[in-house]
């Protein structure tokens, strides 16, 4: 894991984010399996088509590697849930029937996995240089917030109604 500029950070599986919005790594362990398991049983894929579907499903905020995904196709053909054919010069991976059965029983991760990944997409692309200028301005503004109410015994509604006048205002500056 590197470090890249205040709170910053990129971790080996190729995406950055800011440490202080409270997200740690993209996928938990098996989970990127299961999402790639999961894609193929929704269409026959490469590998380069993974890495761009869960860019996509993402909202941009994470795109794996190849030295991430092709270990992984070759873990689930090795355990028999997925099958390898070559076609026009690209390997096309496909679910078996035991490839099925384990999307069917593992649903609702996958459901939850892709539910988070649309939460991060919601933030945007967190390395964006427009994200990264006001990052230090949002981390002031949380800090004030959170200093008024646990030290200087501001009403927390006062300050909840602060924070909604300001995200009402920016939404608003969104539609112009």
Do not use: C
């Not at 993402?58 to 849930?81: I, T």
């Not at 945007?124 to 301005?137: D, F, L, N, T, V």
């Not at 959170?146 to 939404?171: H, L, N, S, W, Y």
């Amino acid at each position: 894991m590197e470090r890249h500029g205040r709170g910053h950070t990129r971790h080996g599986n190729g995406m950055t984010h800011h440490r202080r919005m409270g997200r740690g790594r993209f996928f938990e362990g098996g989970e990127m399996r299961l999402t790639m398991l999961a894609l193929i049983a929704e269409q026959p894929r490469h590998g380069y088509d993974l890495m761009t579907e869960m860019e996509t499903r993402s909202g941009g905020v994470y795109r794996p590697s190849a030295g991430s995904v092709y270990p992984k196709l070759q873990q689930l053909e090795d355990e028999g849930l997925i099958t390898a054919t070559r076609e026009d010069g690209k390997i096309i991976y496909s679910v078996i029937d035991a490839g099925l059965v384990e999307v069917e029983r593992e649903r609702e991760t996958i459901d939850r996995i892709w539910e988070r990944a649309k939460e991060w997409g919601d933030w945007g692309h967190p390395s964006h240089p427009a994200a990264m200028e006001i990052a230090r301005h949002v981390d002031r503004f949380a800090k004030t917030a959170f200093m008024a109410v646990t030290r200087r015994g501001v009403d927390p509604d006062v300050v909840r109604q602060i924070i909604g006048r300001a995200q009402r205002e920016i939404e608003m500056k969104e539609a112009d």
